[in-house]
């Protein structure tokens, strides 16, 4: 039977639509607001290693925070800090290739138990990688075996069950953060503009003065 053909009683109660649609806002918001007491010397130590960094932030997941990490790399990347996003299962079978001693790994997993994620953390340690936790369990293994871990752990999830990852979604993004304008020990100042939807190349000369512009299609500023 085609599924689209079932008969279905019409949605009545239009109210406790409301209410639950509501209530998932308000337990997502939750989320991020929990986070403020949650932000401490770790959180200063991540950004303080991701700015010293000669290396790329590499990001790692499966399922939920795999597709969350995605989103973060892409955040940063376009805000002016190289990042990568290595599939856990992928870099068992090569692309472990692609992370060098200079990279920072960021691990994301709810439980801090993911097997195809920790079971990275020998070959990232091995590699000369600092490793940086985002969990929601601050005693798993994954915390445990990590540099520096921040808790982004919720008391509630939006979904009925409990089960699906709905509000630690949310605090997964929102617990990085990228400085649009850094500040170096000569004192000088370089902002990167970042436009959507076109790229900025930004050349730097060894004294670290921006020297050009380029844009994607070919264009050049002095």
């Not at 960021?106 to 969990?135: H, P, Q, V, Y």
Request: contains cysteine; aromatic residues 4%.
């Amino acid at each position: 039977m085609d599924r689209h053909s079932i008969d279905r009683a019409p949605l009545t109660d239009s109210a406790e639509i409301l209410r639950k649609a509501i209530d998932v806002l308000k337990i997502e918001a939750d989320g991020i607001i929990n986070l403020i007491d949650k932000i401490d010397h770790n959180f200063i130590e991540m950004v303080d290693l991701i700015y010293h960094s000669r290396g790329r932030v590499i990001i790692s997941g499966i399922g939920k925070s795999g597709i969350i990490g995605r989103k973060i790399v892409a955040t940063l990347n376009s805000t002016g800090t190289r990042s990568l996003f290595l599939h856990p299962v992928e870099a068992m079978h090569g692309d472990l290739g692609q992370v060098s001693r200079d990279d920072i790994f960021i691990a994301l997993s709810k439980s801090g138990e993911t097997d195809e994620l920790n079971i990275l953390l020998a070959s990232i340690r091995r590699i000369g990688c600092k490793i940086i936790a985002f969990t929601g369990e601050k005693h798993s293994n994954l915390a445990i075996h990590s540099d520096i871990v921040i808790d982004v752990g919720v008391s509630c999830e939006a979904c009925p069950l409990g089960l699906a990852p709905t509000a630690s979604t949310i605090t997964f993004p929102s617990a990085t953060i990228k400085a649009d304008n850094v500040t170096g020990s000569d004192g000088t100042s370089d902002q990167i503009t970042v436009s959507l939807g076109r790229t900025l190349y930004e050349f730097m000369s060894p004294d670290g003065g921006t020297t050009v512009l380029m844009h994607q299609l070919g264009k050049q500023y002095a």
